[in-house]
C-alpha cells in the first residue's frame, strides 16, 4: 500500500512538471503547445536531444532550473516505478509461500476442486455450517483474486496435476470434492485422486446420469448430481412443503433451537454401550434421537430407549446448537 501511494504521488508530480515546462516555453518563448511539451518532455528526460528552437536569455535561465527540478523527479518517479514492481513481486511471492506453509501444516483438511459456481457455493456452506480447513485446487487465473476475496488457502492450477494434489496436502486430507466443469475431467481427476492416496473419501459431481458409473468405477465413494438433487427438491417442495420448510430450518442454520447433527461415537465416551433410556439424553440435553447409522451403513431409524448406543455408531439427533455441541463432547471426546 505504501509503495502504491509512493508510485501515484510520484506520477503525479512528473506530470506536474511536464506541463510546468511546456507552459514556461509557451509564455517565455512563445512557441506553439506541440513545441513547448516535446521540449519539455526531451529536457526533463535528459535524452539530449537539439533544442526546437533557438531560446534567448530568459529561456535559457527558464532551462536551467527547469533541467535541475526535473531530472530530480524523474529520477525519484523512476525509483518508485522499480520500487513498486519490486515489493509488489515480493508479496506475490510472499503471499504465496505463506499459504504453501499454512497448506503444508493441515491434516484431515477438505480438498475442493474447482471454485466456479458449484464449488464457490459448496465452500461457503461448509464453512458457515461447521468451520473446517479447505483448501481450493483451481485453474483459472481469474478465480485468484476471488478465492482471496473469499480468504480461501488455495492452490493455482489443474486439480489433475498430481503435483498440485500432493501440494494440496491429499495424503494428509480426509476427504476430496471433484467439483470441475466436466464429468471427463472429473473421472480423471478422480482416478488420480484414488491413485494417490486410496482411503481418502472422494466425492465427485456429475452432470450426465451415464457418468456416474464411470465415476464409481474410477474410485468415487459417492457421486453427486447438482440438476438431479435440485429437481428433486423442487417436487419435494410440491409433494411435502411443510417437510421442506422443516429441513431447510434445520439445515441453513437460520435458527438455533433447531438443528440436526450427525455425531460420532468414540469408544472412549461415556455413552458407549449404554441403553437410550439410562442415558439421559432426552432429560440432560432435549434432543430427540431421530437414527443411529451402524459402521455398516445400515440405519436404524426411530430407535427404542433400549436401543444401545455403540462405540463407531454414528447419532443423528435434532435441537439446539448448543445442546448438539455439549453432546458431541460427551459422544466424541
Not at 510472499?94 to 497448506?103: P, S
Not at 429437481?231 to 442454520?253: C, E, G, K, S, W
Not at 450427525?262 to 449404554?274: D, G, K, Q, Y
Request: hydrophobic letters at 45%; one cysteine or more; proline letters at 3%.
Amino acid at each position: 500500500m505504501e509503495s502504491t501511494k509512493h508510485l501515484k504521488v510520484s506520477i503525479t508530480l512528473a506530470l506536474s512538471i511536464i506541463i510546468i515546462g511546456t507552459l514556461g516555453y509557451m509564455i517565455i518563448e512563445g512557441w506553439s503547445f506541440v513545441d513547448a511539451f516535446y521540449m519539455a518532455v526531451i529536457t526533463v528526460s535528459t535524452v539530449g536531444y537539439k533544442e526546437v528552437h533557438e531560446v534567448d536569455t530568459a529561456g535559457r535561465i527558464f532551462t536551467v532550473f527547469f533541467v535541475l527540478s526535473g531530472v530530480g523527479f524523474t529520477l525519484y518517479v523512476a525509483g518508485a516505478i522499480v520500487q513498486f514492481m519490486v515489493e509488489g513481486r515480493i508479496r506475490i511471492i510472499m503471499g504465496r509461500r505463506r499459504l504453501d506453509k499454512k497448506i503444508e501444516q493441515l491434516k484431515d483438511h477438505y480438498i475442493i476442486c474447482g471454485y466456479g459456481r458449484i464449488g464457490r457455493v459448496l465452500c461457503r456452506n461448509l464453512i458457515k455450517r461447521k468451520p473446517m480447513e479447505i483448501v481450493v485446487i483451481e485453474n483459472d487465473p481469474e478465480s485468484i483474486p476471488v478465492m482471496e476475496q473469499d480468504d480461501m488457502l488455495y492452490v493455482s492450477g489443474n486439480a489433475t496435476d498430481e503435483t498440485n494434489l500432493l501440494k494440496a496436502g491429499i495424503k494428509r486430507a480426509k476427504c476430496l470434492v471433484a467439483a470441475l466443469s466436466t464429468d471427463v475431467d472429473n473421472v480423471f481427476l478422480v482416478l488420480t485422486a484414488r491413485q494417490l492416496s486410496p482411503d481418502l473419501n472422494i466425492i465427485a459431481r456429475a452432470s450426465l446420469n451415464e457418468s456416474k458409473s464411470k465415476l464409481k468405477a474410477a474410485g468415487a465413494s459417492s457421486v453427486e448430481s447438482p440438476y438431479e438433487i435440485g429437481a428433486r427438491n423442487m417436487a419435494q417442495r410440491i409433494l411435502r412443503p411443510t417437510v421442506t420448510d422443516f429441513l431447510d430450518l434445520a439445515f441453513a442454520h437460520k435458527r438455533k433451537d433447531i438443528q440436526m447433527e450427525e455425531i460420532p461415537v468414540n469408544a472412549s465416551s461415556e455413552l458407549a454401550n449404554v441403553m437410550l433410556k439410562d442415558s439421559g439424553i432426552r432429560q440432560r440435553f432435549n434432543l430427540i434421537i431421530i437414527a443411529i447409522k451402524k459402521p455398516d451403513g445400515s440405519m436404524v431409524f426411530n430407535p427404542s430407549f433400549e436401543s444401545i448406543i455403540m462405540p463407531d455408531d454414528t447419532v443423528i439427533a435434532v435441537g439446539e446448537d448448543d445442546n448438539l455441541q455439549q453432546l458431541e463432547k460427551i459422544l466424541n471426546p
